[in-house]
């Protein structure tokens, strides 16, 4: 396994407060990976460490192969960072723009020229390229900003909320952008967000930051089975239960709560599901759907987040 970041014992402090305690994982290549954590808990300070632009207190990041101390102006020749607050010129216009960074970073001319065009085209801006991103709704400045991060063919590719602001419409098409270009490019993404459903939607693993410690590290999968013992099932029937519900207690049935013809189950593993349906049907039960109930991210969050501030963790 190819790894675009590891990161070893990481602690950084402003003055005498940790923002950062400790951290040790990588990030593989060609992977997008979630960075999740409240106010404050430390990802854009993760994101100016890996990128080179501040010191750690201790430990040490290595990015594509390169420190982040001795490197880092290497490093952010093969980086693109989209920071919560893009740094566009508005009275540029979105081609003006991407000229202007574009030579910043050095691309050759007519290199720079064709990236552009695919990359206006790409994000849906070609026939608006002329027009001052000062004038260009919150949606397309996003799409803008995400244009110029991705220009320069960045390996990796950090995004610092990217959606915070948007409706509704615009995180859609800033998602299936991001999508479109992971398949594409093959990039690694470091994605930093608070949007729990972002998170879930884009990112194939998950790392979980409070305070800035690592709670928990994995894909949805993964998490699900780490930290939610046992599996909601719920069944719909024709008429009401006959039998008393601790009928239903089968083995491997941790809970069962019956209202009217809607049966809630919480089950040990996907496998005691048949036996429960089983015991349901010789009761003579008219079932009408069983349908399990997926984990979201959203729940594993906050019981992770309630847990750290218990101090469980
Ligand atoms: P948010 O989601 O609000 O952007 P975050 O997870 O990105 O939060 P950071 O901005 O990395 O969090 O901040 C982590 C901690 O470090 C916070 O307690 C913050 O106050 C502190 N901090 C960040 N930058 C500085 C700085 N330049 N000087 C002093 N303290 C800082």
Redesign the pocket.
């Known amino acids: 396994m190819q790894h675009a970041i590891v990161i070893e014992h990481l602690s950084h402090r402003?003055?005498s407060?940790y923002?950062l305690k400790d951290l040790a994982y990588e990030v593989r290549q060609g992977e997008i990976f979630a960075l999740l954590?409240?106010?404050?808990?430390?990802?854009?300070?993760?994101i100016r460490l890996v990128n080179g632009l501040y010191t750690p207190t201790s430990g040490r990041i290595n990015v594509l192969g390169m420190d982040s101390v001795r490197q880092g102006s290497q490093i952010r020749q093969q980086t693109g960072v989209l920071t919560?607050t893009s740094a566009l010129y508005e009275r540029l216009s979105a081609r003006e723009n991407l000229l202007f960074f574009g030579r910043l970073y050095g691309v050759p001319e007519s290199l720079l020229l064709k990236r552009t065009d695919e990359i206006l085209q790409f994000f849906g801006l070609k026939n608006r390229e002329s027009e001052r991103a000062g004038a260009y709704s919150k949606g397309m400045k996003q799409r803008l900003a995400l244009a110029r991060a991705f220009l320069t063919h960045p390996r990796i590719l950090f995004l610092?909320?990217p959606t915070s602001s948007l409706d509704p419409e615009s995180t859609q098409q800033v998602h299936e952008l991001i999508e479109s270009l992971c398949r594409q490019e093959e990039n690694t993404v470091f994605l930093?967000t608070?949007r729990l459903e972002e998170a879930e939607r884009l990112a194939d693993r998950v790392a979980s930051?409070n305070s800035?410690r690592l709670l928990a590290l994995g894909s949805l999968p993964e998490l699900t089975q780490q930290f939610n013992h046992g599996l909601w099932v719920e069944v719909d029937l024709l008429q009401p239960l006959q039998n008393d519900p601790s009928s239903l207690r089968v083995r491997g049935v941790i809970d069962v709560q019956v209202s009217e013809r809607k049966i809630r189950a919480q089950v040990a593993e996907e496998e005691i599901i048949p036996s429960l349906v089983a015991t349901l049907v010789a009761q003579k039960a008219q079932i009408v759907s069983v349908q399990p109930q997926k984990v979201t991210l959203e729940e594993i969050y906050f019981k992770l987040q309630s847990q750290a501030q218990e101090g469980a963790v």
């Open positions: 402003f003055n407060r923002a954590g409240p106010n404050g808990a430390g990802k854009t300070t993760t919560e610092d909320e930093c608070h930051l800035g």
